[in-house]
């Protein structure tokens, strides 16, 4: 999609701190880290929302989870834990509408969020 920021850094057009890109996934550093670890997961296709996903790809939102650990592994967050968020529409806190998983480690995180 033209005017997403999330397409744009899948296609290189925007820089981003890459750790991890596959033919159907691509994983960055977050610009603005709310913990020590704050990587996105986003698939290379544009979809908006979670409401957004068909039953084709329900494949990928799957690897975009095992994308997820493999990440959380490598930065050594895994064995103490993490948080995966995928916010969805305005209540949810979702500002950029192309889907992204959120892994938040390398500090204890709060119950309930904010
Ligand atoms: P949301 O609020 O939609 O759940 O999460 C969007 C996230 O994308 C935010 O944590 C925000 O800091 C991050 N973000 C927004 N624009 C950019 C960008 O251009 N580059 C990177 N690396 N992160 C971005
Ligand atoms: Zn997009």
């Known amino acids: 999609m033209s005017d997403c920021i999330f397409c744009k850094i899948a296609e290189k057009k925007i820089p ?3 750790v991890y890109e596959d033919d159907r996934a691509i994983a960055f550093d977050d610009v603005a880290p709310q913990a020590p670890v704050h990587t996105l997961v986003i698939p290379k296709k544009h979809v908006a929302t979670v409401l957004d996903i068909t039953p084709e790809d329900h494949g990928l939102v799957g690897h975009l ?13 895994a064995e103490k834990g993490f948080r995966l968020v995928m916010n969805t529409n305005a209540d949810g806190g979702q500002s950029v509408y192309h889907i992204h998983l959120h892994i938040l480690g390398g500090r204890a995180m709060h119950w309930p969020p904010g």
């Open 16 to 18: 981003a701190k890459v």
């Open 65 to 77: 989870f095992k994308v997820a650990a493999t990440i959380a592994k490598e930065k050594g967050i």
